[in-house]
C-alpha cells in the first residue's frame, strides 16, 4: 500500500445494501418468507441482528429466534433458496438510498478512488452493478469486493484490507461509508474513518466513527471534513 502524500482523503469505500441501495429490506423479505416457510415468524429483533452479516449468521439467527435446528446441509440449501428469492426481488428494480447516487458521482468527479465492498455475493451483487451502472452512466467504481470473494466477512476487516490493497491506498487516507454494525466494525478494524448511516440497525457510538441520519446533500467537501477531522483526533490521542 501507498501512503498519501497529502496525508488527506484518497478513496472512498461503500457497502451497497441499505447504504448505496435499498436491497437490505429485499434480504429482510425473503428471510421472512423463509422462516414462514419453516413454520415460524422472524422477530423484528431477530431481523435487525442479520443487517450485514454473512448467510451463516443469518441462518443461525433465525433458528435460535424460531427455536428450531436444521443442519448445516440444510443451512446452505436454505441460504441458496433465500438468495435466489432475494435475486427476484433485485431484478424488479432497485432503489437508490437518499442522496447515494449524487454523492457517488461527486466521488468520482472529485477524482477520488472507490470500491464497492459488500457481503452479497457476485451474482446477486452484479444485478446491483448493472442496474447502478445503467443509472449512472458508467462503472462509477474502480474496484468491486463481494462477500464470495474474501477470506472473511465483515466484520472481519479483512474485506476492506482487501479493497484497500487493490486501490493501493493506505488505510489512514479511506472514508468507509456503511449502514450496518458488521461493516462499522469491519471498516474501523481495518483502520479506516467510517461514516455511519443507519438504514435498519442502530449504530453504537465508537473512536473514528461518525454518524449521520443520511448522505442527501453531502458531498465531497464534507466527507473531507469527517476525514481531517480524524486524523485531528489521532494527533491529539
Known amino acids: 500500500m501507498i501512503t498519501s502524500t497529502t496525508g488527506g482523503l484518497s478513496a472512498v469505500l461503500f457497502d451497497m445494501d ?13 428471510l421472512q418468507a423463509l422462516a414462514r416457510r419453516l413454520g415460524g415468524e422472524l422477530s423484528d429483533e431477530g431481523r435487525e441482528s442479520t443487517v450485514g452479516t454473512s448467510m451463516r449468521t443469518s441462518m443461525a439467527v433465525l433458528d435460535r429466534d424460531l427455536g428450531i435446528r436444521r443442519t448445516e446441509a440444510q443451512w446452505d440449501a436454505d441460504g441458496r433458496w433465500v438468495e435466489d428469492t432475494t435475486a427476484r426481488l433485485m431484478e424488479a428494480g432497485i432503489e437508490w438510498r437518499p442522496g447515494a447516487a449524487d454523492l457517488l458521482l ?17 451474482r446477486l451483487a452484479d444485478l446491483v452493478l448493472r442496474s447502478v451502472r ?8 474502480d474496484v ?22 487493490a486501490l ?7 472514508l468507509v461509508i456503511e449502514d450496518s454494525q458488521a461493516g462499522v466494525t469491519s471498516g474501523l478494524a481495518a483502520g479506516a474513518t467510517v461514516l455511519g448511516v443507519p438504514s435498519l440497525q442502530p449504530l453504537a457510538a465508537a473512536p473514528g466513527l461518525v454518524l449521520l441520519d443520511s448522505l442527501a446533500g453531502l458531498g465531497v467537501a464534507e466527507l473531507r471534513s469527517l476525514h481531517a477531522d480524524r486524523e485531528r483526533d489521532d494527533s491529539a490521542a
Do not use: N
Not at 447504504?19 to 423479505?29: A, D, K, M
Not at 445503467?134 to 467504481?141: E, K, M, T
Not at 472481519?156 to 484497500?164: E, F, K, N
Open 18 to 30: 441499505g447504504t448505496l441501495v435499498e436491497t437490505e429490506s429485499y434480504w429482510g423479505e425473503a
Open 106 to 122: 461527486a466521488v468520482r468527479e472529485a477524482g477520488l478512488a472507490t470500491a464497492l465492498v459488500t457481503t452479497t455475493p457476485r
Open 134 to 141: 445503467a443509472d449512472l452512466g458508467g462503472d462509477p467504481f
Open 144 to 165: 468491486t469486493i463481494c462477500g464470495d470473494e474474501v477470506p472473511a466477512r465483515k466484520p472481519d476487516p479483512a474485506p476492506y484490507l482487501q479493497a484497500m490493497d
Open 168 to 174: 493501493d491506498v493506505d488505510a489512514a487516507d479511506c
